[in-house]
T-cell receptor
Framework: KQEVTQIPAALSVPEGENLVLNCSFT??????LQWFRQDPGKGLTSLLL?????REQTSGRLNASLDKSSGRSTLYIAASQPGDSATYLC?????????FGTGTRLLVSP | GAVVSQHPSRVICKSGTSVKIECRSL??????MFWYRQFPKQSLMLMAT?????????EQGVEKDKFLINHASLTLSTLTVTSAHPEDSSFYIC??????????FGQGTRLTVV
């Protein structure tokens, strides 16, 4: 059974800092990995999708990496802003299932 | 990206009644749809996976008679919470995809059972 864990569970940083969110998964037989953000009481916004054959993806200030063999992915956020405050979720797509991580609640203070 | 429309966004119902939530892929055909449940401050828990034209596959611990899932077409899946009780109050989100591609999510349904 795939288990996805995110560390840290919560993170509070001042504006402008670069930060790294971690995601680990137990079964490396995945098709892809996706990072999302979720604002309180809202649905999910897709940030980045990494196919299993890829090592990283970038979008603006976000960079996600994938090391399938070690079961790890990181989301790097450069020059954080208060608007980045949200919960960040990683999700891995394995055999017909998309399994979510435990989430990281990020607070960026002005 | 592709659009997944989930309706209603909020619903309040009386205990013992049934509630239907719809999930539509608006501009693509979804061979697979997933239904998730999210409790406050927790992550999304997969409830079931449905493929068009076949019965849904439920995760362990999810009552299939309580949470009825129908995936009658490539663009529509429905989740019916039958005989709802206050403990069924939660945030329900659907996801649609075609093959091993990016997953697209509806905006979720906040269900409150009173």
């Amino acid at each position: 059974k795939q288990e996805v864990t995110q560390i840290p569970a919560a993170l509070s940083v001042p504006e402008g800092e670069n930060l790294v969110l971690n995601c680990s998964f137990t079964d490396s037989a995945i098709y892809n990995l996706q990072w999302f953000r979720q604002d309180p009481g809202k649905g999910l916004t897709s940030l980045l999708l990494i196919q299993s054959s890829q090592r990283e993806q970038t979008s603006g200030r976000l960079n996600a990496s994938l090391d399938k063999s070690s079961g790890r992915s990181t989301l790097y956020i450069a020059a954080s802003q208060p608007g980045d405050s949200a919960t960040y979720l990683c999700a891995v797509f394995g055999f017909q299932k998309l399994v979510f991580g435990t989430g990281t609640r990020l607070l960026v203070s002005p | 990206g592709a659009v997944v429309s989930q309706h209603p966004s909020r619903v309040i119902c009386k205990s013992g009644t049934s509630v239907k939530i719809e999930c539509r892929s608006l501009d693509f055909q979804a061979t697979t749809m997933f239904w998730y449940r999210q409790f406050p401050k927790q992550s999304l828990m997969l409830m079931a996976t449905s493929n068009e034209g076949s019965k849904a596959t439920y995760e362990q611990g999810v009552e299939k008679d309580k949470f009825l899932i129908n995936h009658a077409s490539l663009t529509l899946s429905t989740l019916t919470v039958t005989s709802a009780h206050p403990e069924d109050s939660s945030f329900y989100i659907c996801s649609a995809r075609t093959g091993a591609t990016e997953a697209f999510f509806g905006q979720g349904t906040r269900l409150t059972v009173v």
